[in-house]
């Protein structure tokens, strides 16, 4: 079964530095997708950014990029020039390509603190 | 477009009673799906719909029903609340060809 593994339960940056969240899983498919999701105290679930595993290229939205490493099955999360409200709970999830029956896959999330 | 609408956001119950979970998606989305989001959790999978008609059970579907009568809703019933059941109710939804989910806000359901 996939596995989504989250090893950082809360991580804290200064506005305006650099922090990297990381996330491994766990997959015997080729094909398949990431995503790091946002979730503020709003509690809405907010889609950051989404790798596709058959691309090698990192994606990157704006502040947010990834480092994808298909091999070692690591898919970490860096957000660039913090600011206070990039301060959230972030999820990192797993999709095997196709078919509705291939759920999302959560891991246990990383809350994140952005101190001014 | 209003995207995932949940409704409520908010819910307390009494252990034993009953009620249901609103979504609708104004997407034309194929799939739709209700998660629950436990204290320093992630979401887990209640139940999932393919289609107005079709629905199957996710990992953790005891104690919960699910009907899809039409595209736009996807209504989670609770039978008998129990405490176990406290938790952040989500309601997303896809399109076949895409793997991108959209969420709604969330129902915080407390059972006392």
């Known amino acids: 079964a996939q596995t989504v593994t989250q090893s950082q339960p809360e991580m804290s940056v200064q506005e305006a530095e650099t922090v990297t969240l990381s996330c491994t899983y766990d997959t015997s498919e080729s094909d398949y997708y990431l995503f790091w999701y946002k979730q503020p105290p709003s509690r809405q679930m907010i889609l950051v950014i989404r790798?596709?595993?058959?691309?090698?290229q990192n994606a990157t939205e704006n502040r947010f990029s990834v480092n994808f490493q298909k091999a070692a099955k690591s898919f970490s999360l860096k957000i660039s020039d913090s600011q206070l409200g990039d301060a959230a709970m972030y999820f990192c999830a797993y999709v095997q390509y196709g078919g509705a029956t291939n759920k999302l896959i959560f891991g246990t999330g990383t809350l994140l603190a952005v101190q001014p | 477009n209003a995207g995932v609408t949940q409704t409520p956001k908010f819910r307390i119950l009494k252990i034993g009673q009953s009620m249901t979970l609103q979504c609708a998606q104004d997407m034309n989305h194929n799939y739709m799906y209700w998660y629950r989001q436990d204290p320093g959790m992630g979401l887990k999978l209640i139940y999932y719909s393919v289609g107005a008609g079709i629905t199957d059970k996710g990992e953790v579907p005891n104690g919960y029903n699910v009907s899809r009568s039409t595209t736009e809703d996807f209504p989670l019933r609770l039978e008998l609340a129990a405490p176990s059941q406290t938790s952040v109710y989500f309601c997303?939804?896809?399109?076949?060809?895409?793997?991108?989910?959209?969420f709604g806000s969330g129902t915080r359901l407390t059972v006392v």
């Open positions: 790798q596709e595993a058959y691309k090698q």
């Open positions: 997303a939804s896809r399109l076949r060809t895409d793997h991108g989910y959209t």
